[in-house]
């Protein structure tokens, strides 16, 4: 049986489409559609209910312990108030998932996972943690918004004093009153996201979400504020060549293939020997702009001009505001030459793409 996010009757009284995604019944996009609302977070601002994602966490003397054992990056010289962007591996050195690490005290850490790898994630991290640690899966008391758009400040401003804003990118500030129907409501305001976009994602408690929704809503008519659905999230991330589990990672792909965060001196991980074991990667993920007619999507295979089998794509769209068609996928890693032209087999009929750097799109911060 599907779970609902406590957003889910707002996005039906908004007029969502709703779909079912990670197990929950989420809302595809609105009524405005999914390039109206993908234009809106690049030029001014929209509003993401992310309540699906499942939050995580740990506490006490053997915390930084545990999650160094666990994840790919070095958290030893986080500071308070600082995010982390994270791999969970497998034994064999493939992803387990991508999470987010929020140092919230020496001893007190939260784990954002994925809502489509939630219990997946929640066991793998409950049967490897050791020693004086306490877990918790919080998820269900959390709610997660993500206010994300060029304007996002200037409506958070208008609900919480400046200085509970965070200024840096990856940083968070806790304890936030936001003023939201008549009261303060309080949160984690962190300056994060998953479009590419500044912005800010928030933690309230799962009771206060329709409240604070409202709120953000109001006040964000002046700068154009929409609600945003599962596609134009996306849409966004692709465009900004965000990885997706299931897609740019799995359990077989490691870390140095995807070309994601990996510190393998200093520190031990799960996954770690087998990632050195398995030597310099022969597959390296790339970015291509579609020249010809047609999307390839996911589980194309890519060819040479010439027709020799050389990869795969993960991920393809049309990107509005680059204003054209992206994929992204993986290629032996001779192949991996910027300028090189691709043949994307969709459906039986070679599209031609050539292999671009990523990310396709960025922001300067």
């Not at 993401?48 to 994602?53: C, E, L, Q, R, T």
């Not at 899966?137 to 993500?146: G, I, T, W």
């Not at 500030?173 to 500044?198: C, H, M, N």
């Not at 032209?341 to 990523?358: K, Q």
Request: net charge negative.
């Amino acid at each position: 049986m599907e779970k609902k996010t406590p957003l889910y009757q707002t996005h039906v009284d908004l007029g969502g489409k709703i779909v079912e995604f990670g197990g929950y019944l989420m809302p595809v996009q609105y009524g405005a559609g999914v390039i109206a609302e993908h234009m809106a977070v690049r030029q001014k601002v929209g509003l993401f209910d992310v309540s699906h994602m499942a939050e995580l966490i740990l506490e006490g003397p053997d915390a930084v312990a545990n999650i160094q054992h666990l994840v790919t990056a070095d958290i030893s010289k986080m500071v308070d108030g600082q995010v982390k962007y994270a791999m969970l591996c497998n034994d064999k050195g493939g992803i387990v998932d991508d999470l987010v690490i929020y140092r919230r005290a020496a001893d007190k850490y939260l784990l954002v996972v994925n809502a489509g790898n939630h219990e997946k994630d929640a066991a793998w991290v409950e049967s490897h943690i050791s020693g004086d640690v306490h877990y918790a899966d919080v998820s269900e008391q959390v709610a997660q918004l993500a206010l994300q758009g060029p304007k996002a400040g200037e409506v958070l401003k208008k609900l919480c004093d400046e200085s509970e804003i965070p200024q840096k990118y990856y940083h968070f500030t806790e304890g936030a009153a936001l003023k939201a129907g008549g009261r303060d409501i309080p949160a984690i305001v962190s300056q994060t996201g998953y479009t590419g976009e500044f912005g800010f994602e928030i933690y309230c408690k799962s009771e206060d979400a329709v409240t604070l929704w409202n709120a953000l809503l109001e006040s964000g008519k002046e700068e154009g504020i929409l609600p945003c659905g599962l596609g134009a999230r996306d849409t966004l991330r692709l465009e900004a060549s965000m990885p997706l589990y299931g897609h740019e990672m799995n359990d077989d792909i490691s870390p140095k293939e995807a070309g994601l965060p990996c510190k393998l001196d200093g520190k031990d991980f799960i996954g770690r020997d087998a990632i050195i074991a398995r030597g310099t990667p022969t597959i390296k993920r790339i970015g291509m702009k579609v020249v010809g007619r047609g999307i390839p999507r996911e589980h194309c295979d890519l060819y040479t001009l010439d027709g020799k089998k050389v990869g795969w794509v993960s991920s393809g769209t049309h990107c509005p505001y680059l204003g054209h068609a992206v994929a992204m996928g993986y290629v032996n890693v001779e192949e991996n030459e910027v300028g090189k032209h691709l043949n994307a087999d969709v459906r039986g009929r070679m599209v031609e793409v050539e292999i671009v750097s990523l990310p396709f799109y960025k922001i300067e911060r």
